[in-house]
């Protein structure tokens, strides 16, 4: 297979150096980002706060209404009382650098997802460890819970929003391309995930692509596209990037 610079995106943008080489475009005063703030992300149909103890209880509720099912692709889970949720997920924040918001529907926690692998230098982040309990599985809440995240991203700053998941799951590969993330490609045994090989898919919106992947969603959880039921009237995938 030939290929050309033509092959790798060039309305993101290609200029040339001193030698005649093609390099990427200017970032202009780029001087990094710093942690996203502790804050609460309002939206329309649910709210996001960052992690307390208190949520603690209400996430365990939340969960053992699961046959099991939930925790199949993550490195968690299942938990068998309040204490276990609080343990893993100060654990993760304290160990492993996750930066958790718990997903709040009617005032009642009913999920929770984490910022992740922050790369400060270059304003990247990754959204992970996104637990959906059956209350929060494909709803409403759950796309604009997404939405808030991304949104809070890159109002801060950021360059580079990642999705990352387990090739064989399915269901959140298909999550990322509904919400308007493009594929990247798969990291071949790139992980050992419950004593089981793990390839991994990644996914990212990129600043250049935010505008539209938010009006997009925004076209979505518009109050308009909605009956009084509660029911969408235009289904995401119907609406174009």
Known sequence: MALSYDTFSPSLGI??????????????????????????????TCRLEPYDIAHAEGLYS????????????????PFDSAQAVNDSIQDW????????????????????????????THGSVEVGGVTFSPALQRSTVATEAMYLMIKHAFDHGYRRYEWKCNQLNIPSSLAALRLGFSFEGVF?????????????????????EWPQVRARLEAWLDPANFDADGIQRKALSAIPL
């Open 188 to 208: 071949r045994n790139h992980q050992v995930a419950r004593e089981g090989r793990r390839d991994t898919a990644w996914y990212s919106v990129i600043a250049e």
């Open 93 to 120: 924040q304290k160990n492993r650098g996750l930066h958790t918001f718990v997903i709040m529907k009617n005032e009642q926690p009913v999920g929770h997802a984490s910022f992740m692998r922050y790369d400060l």
């Open 62 to 77: 939340a969960y053992v209404e699961d046959d099991g099912r939930m925790w199949s692709y993550l490195p968690y889970g």
């Open 15 to 44: 200029r040339q150096d001193a030698f005649g080489n093609p390099i990427g475009k200017a970032v202009e005063g780029w001087q990094g980002c710093t942690r996203l703030p502790d804050t609460e992300l309002l939206g329309r």
